[in-house]
C-alpha cells in the first residue's frame, strides 16, 4: 500500500509569489490535514479536509487555503509568500475520525520543504 | 489555551533507558500519541494511550498516563543509536476532530554509543 505522496519535495520562491503544494493520501483514507513545521513553532495545524469539505481550520491568515478534490487528494496555496512562510510542510491522513474505533492514527508524507527569498 | 509541553533535549547513552515527558491541557482529550520523526522525513506513530489507561507497554516502549497531573511520559528500554529522533507528544484538542492534533515542539533524542 503506498504511502502519503507529496509533491514537489523541495521548491524555492520569492517574496510575493504564490505556491500550490500537491498530498495524495493514502488509498481509502478520506480525511486530509495539513500542518506547518518550523523550528521555532514547531508543528502547527493549518486545515482539515474531509470528504471534500474543509473540517477544521488552525490560526493561519487567509493568503494560505486548501482544497480536496473527489478522489481525496488535497492541495494547499499559499499566496503572497512572506520570508516567514518558509517551512515543512507537511501532509497527513487518516481513514476517517475517531469514530467507529478507529484510534486516530495519522500517516504523515515526507513534506514539501519550501524556501521563501 | 491548548498547550503541549516537552522539554527539547535528551541525551542517552547505548542501552540506557529513555524517558520522555510530556505534559498537555485538555483533560477531554480522547487519545494521546506519541510521534517520532526522523531527519528529513515525516512524523511516524510510535504509540498511542487511550485516555482511560494508566499504561500501555508495546514491546520496548512504555507510555505511562497521569491524567490528574496531565502528565504523559514515554520509556524507551535498552535504547539503541537508531533511536536517535525527535519525538513528539500530540493531543486531540476539545471540539476538534482526529486530523487536528496539538502537538509538543519536540524532544530530540540524542543516543551516544
Known amino acids: 500500500k503506498a504511502g502519503v505522496t507529496q509533491t514537489p519535495r523541495y521548491l524555492i520562491k520569492t517574496r510575493g509569489q504564490q505556491v500550490t503544494l500537491s498530498c495524495s493520501p493514502i488509498s481509502g483514507h478520506r480525511s486530509v490535514s495539513w500542518y506547518q513545521q518550523t523550528p521555532g513553532q514547531g508543528l502547527q495545524f493549518l486545515f482539515e479536509y474531509f470528504s471534500e469539505t474543509q473540517r477544521n481550520k488552525g490560526n493561519f491568515p487567509g493568503r494560505f487555503s486548501g482544497r480536496q478534490f473527489s478522489n481525496s487528494r488535497s492541495e494547499m496555496n499559499v499566496s503572497t509568500l512572506e520570508l516567514g512562510d518558509s517551512a515543512l510542510y507537511l501532509c497527513?491522513?487518516?481513514?476517517?475520525?475517531?469514530?467507529?474505533?478507529?484510534?486516530?492514527?495519522?500517516?504523515f508524507g515526507e513534506g514539501s520543504r519550501l524556501t521563501v527569498l | 489555551g491548548e498547550d503541549v509541553e516537552q522539554s527539547l533535549f535528551l541525551s542517552v547513552r547505548e542501552g540506557d533507558s529513555s524517558v520522555i515527558n510530556c505534559t498537555y491541557t485538555d483533560s477531554s482529550s480522547t487519545y494521546l500519541y506519541w510521534y517520532k520523526q526522523e531527519p528529513g522525513a515525516g512524523l511516524q506513530l510510535l504509540t498511542y494511550?487511550?485516555?482511560?489507561?494508566d499504561m500501555k507497554q508495546d514491546q520496548r516502549l512504555t507510555v505511562l498516563l497521569n491524567k490528574k497531573d496531565k502528565h504523559l511520559s514515554l520509556r524507551i528500554a535498552d535504547t539503541q543509536t537508531g533511536d536517535s529522533a525527535i519525538y513528539f507528544c500530540a493531543e486531540t484538542p476539545y471540539g476538534g476532530s482526529q486530523g487536528n492534533l496539538i502537538f509538543g515542539k519536540g524532544t530530540k533524542l540524542s543516543v551516544k554509543p
Open positions: 494511550i487511550f485516555s482511560n489507561m
Open positions: 497527513a491522513s487518516s481513514l476517517q475520525g475517531l469514530a467507529g474505533g478507529n484510534t486516530g492514527e495519522l500517516f
